[in-house]
């Protein structure tokens, strides 16, 4: 049994190699293939549409991958400055701690005098 994964990433092995296969086909068997079959245009005609297509979706999307990040830059606030960052960092480690009460100021418990008591016969 494959999980929900694998059978996503089989699906999408599957109709790329399907995709290519079906693309080469196209590019280089036109003309002893389809054309007897389906006469789109000539050889040359087919053949400049299937680079042609490819390349003006590859080029779009990286046009768009570049507008999205400078999209982000654009909105995104400035980082604060390093120095301003170690600043908060020793003014944290600068701050004293609150201190606990003395040994000798606390009044020793019940239990403790008993101790002691003892300790002293």
């Not at 079959?37 to 991958?65: C, D, K, Q, T, Y």
């Not at 960092?89 to 239990?111: D, L, M, Q, Y």
């Amino acid at each position: 049994m494959v999980s929900k994964d694998q059978g996503i990433g089989g699906a999408i092995l599957l109709v790329c190699v399907v995709v290519a296969v079906l693309y080469i086909v196209a590019l280089f068997g036109y003309t002893q293939i389809i054309q007897p079959f389906i006469n789109i245009g000539s050889a040359s005609e087919v053949r400049f549409w299937l680079i042609a297509v490819p390349v003006f979706v590859a080029f779009v999307a990286i046009l768009f991958i570049g507008a999205w990040i400078g999209w982000t830059m654009a909105t995104t606030p400035p980082p604060k400055p390093i120095e301003e960052i170690t600043t908060e960092v020793e003014e944290k480690k600068e701050e004293p701690k609150v201190e606990e009460p003395a040994a000798s100021t606390v009044e020793p418990s019940a239990t403790e005098d008993k101790t002691v008591a003892k300790k002293k016969k």
